[in-house]
Every structure is written in structure tokens, then in C-alpha cells.
T-cell receptor, first 114, second 116 residues
Framework: DAGVIQSPRHEVTEMGQEVTLRCKPI?????LFWYRQTMMRGLELLIY????????DSGMPEDRFSAKMPNASFSTLKIQPSEPRDSAVYFC????????????FGQGTRLTVV | GDSVTQMEGPVTLSEEAFLTINCTYT??????LFWYVQYPGEGLQLLLK?????DKGSNKGFEATYRKETTSFHLEKGSVQVSDSAVYFC???????????????FGKGTHLIIQP
């Protein structure tokens, strides 16, 4: 398997624009997680899915953030409208099970909002 | 709730020095413990793990022992190399039964710099 695949690797956008980040999890994994990494706050869990169903979105910072998982092989994280404080590295991770199990991370999307 | 505390960095060492990065945790159940490593510009990779008390995880010369009595999982390496320079994250995952959160709870990460 190619691992967790995220796109794009880098995104630069202007404040107010819509941004969509994409993730393809490892085939057969039933959990998908979206994390945000910043220098100030470290790694924060934004939302996670089990069998394509959102389970906990309490980490999503604002209504400007939304995530979907239309099928087992694809998920998106959307920010609309984007703001400079959204600049961060966004990671997608997948796992088989959610407890006592390791997660496999993508390479991340570095988002810069100017 | 669950939490992981690890020493803040950066930690700067000379090549061949002994490394310890401390990690302690708070969990509602009986968690599994992990160390992840992040190289510059990359995602997190699993370095090692332990699933029960007194287990020792090891990989690439790194070791960590699950100490339930002290709720710790300190990372050690006897002789570090320049290529070990990275950010190291301690994490826990709750057990299959009982309370606590799904998924991984991470510490804030420790930036390790190895100088030649």
C-alpha cells in the first residue's frame, strides 16, 4: 500500500478564499483522523470518522471548518472563508480500530493564508 | 481526560551522546503507549510502542519501557547520530474497554538536535 496520501502538499491562498484539503486513507482502515499542527499548540485533533461517519468534531475550531468522508477511500477538510490564523500543517491519519492501535500519517498539507 | 506530558525542547546533544526524553501520562483506562518521530517536512512515523506494563518497545536503537507504577514511557538511546535529529512525540491510545477518548493523545513534541 502507498500509505496515507494527502494533497496538495503545499497551499498558499488569500484570506477569504475557500481551501479544500484531500486525503486518501490506507485501504482497509476504518478510522480516519484530521490533525492540525502549529508551533504554538502542537498537534490538535480536529475530527475523526469511523466507517465514513463523523464521530467527534469537537476539535473543529469554528464553523468555517467542515469535513466530509463520502466513501472509505476519500476525505476532505474544507475551510471557508480562510483566515491567516488557519496557517498550519494539516495531517490526515488512518488506522484499523481506534484503541490500542497505531495510526499511519500522511505527509501533511502546509497551508499558508496571506 | 487523557493527557501526555513530555519534556520541552529543543534538546541539543553531541553525536554519540546518551539520550533520554521523558514522557509521563494520565489515562482513564489501561492505554497503549507510543513514540512517533517526525523528520523535517514529513509526517509522523511510528518509532516504537508498548501495549502493557513492563513491555519494552525498541526500534533503530531506541528503547522505551512501559512503567505503570510511575505512569511513564521515557525514550532512550545509547548513542545518538546526526540523522536522529527530528521531533519526537509521545502518545497514548486508550484500551478497548472502558472510558477515555478514541484515537491517539499526543504530547507537544520534543525537538532533538544532534550536532556532529
Amino acid at each position: 500500500d502507498a500509505g496515507v496520501i494527502q494533497s496538495p502538499r503545499h497551499e498558499v491562498t488569500e484570506m477569504g478564499q475557500e481551501v479544500t484539503l484531500r486525503c486518501k486513507p490506507i485501504s482497509g482502515h476504518d478510522y480516519l483522523f484530521w490533525y492540525r499542527q502549529t508551533m504554538m499548540r502542537g498537534l490538535e485533533l480536529l475530527i475523526y470518522f469511523n466507517n465514513n461517519v463523523p464521530i467527534d468534531d469537537s476539535g473543529m475550531p469554528e464553523d468555517r471548518f467542515s469535513a466530509k468522508m463520502p466513501n472509505a477511500s476519500f476525505s476532505t477538510l474544507k475551510i471557508q472563508p480562510s483566515e491567516p490564523r488557519d496557517s498550519a500543517v494539516y495531517f490526515c491519519a488512518s488506522s484499523f480500530g481506534a484503541r490500542n492501535t497505531e495510526a499511519f500519517f500522511g505527509q501533511g498539507t502546509r497551508l499558508t493564508v496571506v | 481526560g487523557d493527557s501526555v506530558t513530555q519534556m520541552e525542547g529543543p534538546v541539543t546533544l553531541s553525536e554519540e551522546a546518551f539520550l533520554t526524553i521523558n514522557c509521563t501520562y494520565t489515562a482513564t483506562g489501561y492505554p497503549s503507549l507510543f513514540w512517533y518521530v517526525q523528520y523535517p517536512g514529513e509526517g509522523l512515523q511510528l518509532l516504537l510502542k508498548a501495549t502493557k506494563a513492563d513491555d519494552k518497545g525498541s526500534n533503530k536503537g531506541f528503547e522505551a519501557t512501559y512503567r505503570k507504577e510511575t505512569t511513564s514511557f521515557h525514550l532512550e538511546k545509547g548513542s545518538v547520530q546526526v540523522s536522529d535529529s527530528a521531533v519526537y512525540f509521545c502518545a497514548l491510545s486508550e484500551g478497548a474497554v472502558g472510558g477515555g477518548a478514541d484515537g491517539l493523545t499526543f504530547g507537544k513534541g520534543t525537538h532533538l538536535i544532534i550536532q556532529p
